[in-house]
């Protein structure tokens, strides 16, 4: 059974800085990893899809990478903005998407 | 807009009535997912649709829960005799096909409040 984790649980930094979310996952044989952002009351926005065949995703500020094999993948946030005060979820999917418990990010200016 | 659509958005209800959540999913997505999320977790997968057959149900979806897709488009579901544990956030997600293998896309609605008194 596929289980999904993400540390930490709640992340408070200033302005500017660099983040790295972490997910990880009990079973390896996954087909893709996708990153999700959920604003307080909202739905979800996916932020990046890697393939199983991917390293890393890419999409400004954003960078995502998996690692198969140590059932692990990270978001790096650069250069961090208050707008970017979110809950960040990772999914894997089986025939429906298995969620961690996500990261709740608050960037103070 | 051609994104999922979730009615109502906001939902207060005694304990013990019914309560109904609708969701219209992207007019040519052939699956359709429903979860539940309530504060500080992740959100929990209930059950799922391909055109109108119901393909999974989760232990999560006791006897009071009934989802339906007529037709293959549009998605209800229903809580009868609604409990305080009920309360949480009821999304609806919707992608083309399968999620494995084919970088297929999840796309949520906006959710469902559902708060019980």
């Known amino acids: 059974k596929q289980e999904v984790t993400q540390i930490p649980a709640a992340l408070s930094v200033p302005e500017g800085e660099n983040l790295v979310l972490n997910c990880s996952f009990t079973d390896s044989a996954i087909y893709n990893l996708q990153w999700f952002r959920q604003d307080p009351g909202k739905g979800l926005t996916s932020l990046l899809l890697i393939q199983s065949s991917q390293r890393e995703q890419t999409s400004g500020r954003l960078n995502a990478s998996l690692d198969k094999s140590s059932g692990r993948s990270t978001l790096y946030i650069a250069a961090s903005q208050p707008g970017d005060s979110a809950t960040y979820l990772c999914?894997?999917?089986?025939?429906?998407?298995?969620f961690g418990t996500g990261t709740r990010l608050q960037v103070f200016p | 807009d051609t994104g999922v659509s979730q009615n109502p958005r906001h939902k207060i209800t005694k304990r013990g009535q019914n309560v109904t959540f609708r969701c219209d999913p992207i007019s040519e997505h052939n699956r359709l997912y429903w979860y539940r999320q309530t504060l500080g977790q992740g959100p929990e997968f209930l059950t799922y649709f391909q055109n109108e057959a119901q393909l999974e149900k989760s232990r999560l979806l006791s006897d009071r829960f009934s989802a339906e897709r007529p037709k293959g488009s549009f998605s209800t579901l229903e809580i009868q005799r609604t409990e305080q544990g009920d309360s949480a956030m009821y999304l609806c997600?919707?992608?083309?096909?399968?999620?494995?293998?084919?970088?297929?896309?999840?796309?949520f609605g906006e959710g469902s409040w559902l708060t019980v008194v």
């Open positions: 997600a919707s992608s083309l096909d399968g999620l494995q293998g084919t970088g297929n896309t999840i796309y």
């Open positions: 999914a894997v999917p089986t025939d429906k998407l298995i």
